[in-house]
T-cell receptor, first 113, second 113 residues
Framework: GAGVSQSPSNKVTEKGKDVELRCDPISGHTALYWYRQSLGQGLEFLIY????????KSGLPSDRFSAERTGGSVSTLTIQRTQQEDSAVYLCASSAGQGIPLHFGNGTRLTVT | GENVEQHPSTLSVQEGDSAVIKCTYS??????FPWYKQELGKRPQLIID?????GEKKDQRIAVTLNKTAKHFSLHITETQPEDSAVYFCAASIGNSGYALNFGKGTSLLVTP
């Protein structure tokens, strides 16, 4: 079966523009996560969705970041008015439930010029 | 937020030697501790995990130990091989919800022939 799919794989945008990053989780996985990985750094938690519960947004770095998950499946991470410090690889992961391993996508490499 | 500290940041060993990576966490409610391996340009992949009711777990050349009292856990790789070269990340669950994870900053392991 297919793994976690993210698109686009690479995105170059100008400072101040908005971007949308997409994640298709593994079918049937109830939990979906967004992480950010800057060059040479660890994985920074951004947000996660679990079933129909309200998402945990505690990791979002500013109000320019938002995410939605429609129909309990596909998720979109939106960054408004992008800044150069937003440049990073944005990784999406999904899992089948509590304490179950996260399966990561290949990420979207975002470059803000 | 709660932190996961990981050491060392880089580790170089000769093929056949053992490698040990250590992590500490601050959230006493954490109950799930996975380890991920990330090869250059690829997605993080789970290699082993441990839950708070277990002190040690082994899978072939890889073992993980957990000391809940001291809030630290370690990854042990024995008989290292060049293909073990990668960045390794430890993680601890955020609280005991078992869903989202806080990651360490990673250890770059190099195994030289």
């Amino acid at each position: 079966g297919a793994g976690v799919s993210q698109s686009p794989s690479n995105k170059v945008t100008e400072k101040g523009k908005d971007v949308e990053l997409r994640c298709d989780p593994i079918s049937g996985h109830t939990a979906l996560y967004w992480y950010r990985q800057s060059l040479g750094q660890g994985l920074e938690f951004l947000i996660y969705f679990q079933g129909n519960s309200a998402p945990d947004k505690s990791g979002l770095p500013s109000d320019r970041f938002s995410a939605e998950r429609t129909g309990g499946s596909v998720s979109t991470l939106t960054i408004q008015r992008t800044q150069q410090e937003d440049s990073a690889v944005y990784l999406c992961a999904s899992s089948a439930g509590q304490g179950i391993p996260l399966h990561f996508g290949n990420g979207t490499r975002l470059t803000v010029t | 937020g709660e932190n996961v500290e990981q050491h060392p940041s880089t580790l170089s060993v000769q093929e056949g030697d053992s490698a040990v990576i250590k992590c500490t966490y601050s959230d006493s409610a954490s109950n799930y501790f996975p380890w991920y391996k990330q090869e250059l340009g690829k997605r993080p992949q789970l290699i082993i995990d441990i839950r708070s009711n277990v002190g040690e777990k082994k899978d072939q050349r890889i073992a993980v130990t957990l000391n809940k009292t001291a809030k630290h856990f370690s990854l042990h790789i024995t008989e290292t091989q060049p293909e073990d070269s990668a960045v390794y990340f430890c993680a601890a669950s955020i609280g005991n919800s078992g869903y989202a994870l806080n990651f360490g900053k990673g250890t770059s392991l190099l195994v030289t022939p």
